[in-house]
């Protein structure tokens, strides 16, 4: 039988207590699976993956994508302490369900993608699903986007081979990046990234994860 949302929350939830020996807590802030209740993943799966589409894992969303683990998208959400004032950059809009998700915490969401074809179903779907304060790119997020910067936040869904310094230098004093780095298809680790008021950087390792590569070439048609 497919799982509805709450089953969803429900799972999420227990994964985070299973993997709390890593992150450091028992559960994430009340807000981010607030906004995870709120977003309907469904309508970000393709048609034949709707009996999935609230199951506590990644799926295919074509061209070789993935929308990602919804504990995931949960854990990264709330590891960037997001405020109604928060800019935020993503990078791999994908399906632009984590873009939703931040949205709803955030004043604005920038979001690059790299593949246009993924890119404009996204901005078609955000804009029908009425969420307004979201604008998406086709780009590459190697480079970030440098007309809105700098970020309070920066998210990257995909895994880098190393932390692009275009996105270190566009996140403002203050800010926080999370990013899974390491190689494709190998052990990559998710890192938060921060940046003091005197723009020192600390990075924290987080947890071991799985990403699509964040692909090193300029955006393409698919
Ligand atoms: N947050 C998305 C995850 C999508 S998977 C979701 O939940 O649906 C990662 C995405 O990163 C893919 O859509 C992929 O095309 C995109 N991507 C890969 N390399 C990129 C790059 N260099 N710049 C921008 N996007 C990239």
Known sequence: MSKNIKEMIADIEGEV???????????????VMAAMATVPRDKFVPPELQALAFSNGPLMIGHGQTISQPYIVALMTDLLE???ESTVLEIGTGSGYQTAVLSLLAKKVYSV???SALAEAAKERLQNLNFTNIETHIGNGYE??????PYDAIIVTAAAAYIP????EQLKSGGKMVIPVGLPNMYQELLLITKDQQNTITTR???GVAFV????QAPMDA
């Open 17 to 31: 207590l299973l993997t709390r020996g890593f992150i450091g807590k028992d559960q994430l802030s009340a807000k």
């Open 82 to 84: 997001l405020t109604k």
């Open 113 to 115: 993608e790299l593949i």
């Open 213 to 216: 590569p964040l692909v090193q």
């Open 205 to 207: 390792s987080i947890l």
């Open 165 to 168: 310094p275009a996105l270190t």
């Open 144 to 149: 970030g986007w440098l007309e809105h910067a």
